[in-house]
């Protein structure tokens, strides 16, 4: 199957600080990525939809001035977490779209002090 | 409101029976459902794809069935294994959209 990279695999960072989280498709072009978050024994949650060459798409509630992404390419999608707080704290995965389904990272625990 | 539903307690079951898990959503007419594994603090691993015109689908071990009538899908996992042990995730595509929205899973525990 396809494979989705994502880096980097966990992250420990200060309150106030920034994160940027890279997602990459190895072995296909995606005009469309997805990013997700997910916390402990919660379901995954979409954040946005990233589309190569132009805005992302945020779902209601998400705050797109704190979750910037950015698409640059058909095979990298980045996820920056401004000024990252503690409650900020979560699984963040992406993914992104082949032809047989929806083919996922390996996830980002990001932990903000 | 819209939900997708999956037991949230675990399942715990014994190596060679078959694990059956449930997925039952409300007020979405998806055009698919998928199932995926997710191991602990690793991202969702797709395994079957059905589509709303087709009852059954099977890969190896795994059968689903998707019933659009009583809103329902169920995971088989044949001949358990402890290596199957992991949670399972049902996902729907958000009225005939890209995007997917998934279950809270169901986490599966083989015993030897």
């Known amino acids: 199957g396809a494979v989705v990279s994502q880096h980097p695999s966990w992250v420990i960072c200060k309150s106030g600080t920034s994160v940027k989280i890279e997602c990459r498709s190895l072995?296909?072009?995606?005009?469309?990525m997805f990013w997700y978050r997910q916390f402990p024994k919660q379901s995954l949650m979409l954040m946005a939809t990233s589309n190569e060459g132009s805005k992302a798409t945020y779902e209601q509630g998400v705050e797109k001035d704190k979750f910037l992404i950015n698409h640059a390419s058909l095979t990298l999608s980045t996820l920056t977490v401004t000024s990252a707080h503690p409650e900020d704290s979560s699984f963040y995965i992406c993914s992104a779209r082949e032809q047989g389904g929806l083919f996922f990272g390996s996830g980002t625990q990001l932990s903000v002090l | 409101s819209q939900k997708i539903e999956q037991n949230s307690e675990a399942l715990n079951i014994q190596e060679g029976k078959t694990a059956t898990l449930t997925c039952n959503y409300t007020?979405?007419?998806?055009?698919?459902l998928q199932w995926y594994r997710q191991d602990p603090g690793r991202g969702p691993v797709f395994l079957l794809l059905i589509r709303e015109n087709e009852k059954e689908k099977r890969k190896e071990r795994l059968k689903v069935t998707f019933d659009t009538t009583l809103k329902q899908s169920l995971f088989h996992i044949t001949a358990s294994q402890p290596a199957d042990s992991a949670t399972y995730l049902c996902a729907l595509d958000a009225d005939n959209t890209d995007k997917l929205i998934f279950g809270t899973g169901t986490r599966l525990q083989v015993f030897p």
């Open positions: 007020n979405y007419s998806p055009a698919y």
């Open positions: 072995d296909f072009q995606a005009t469309t």
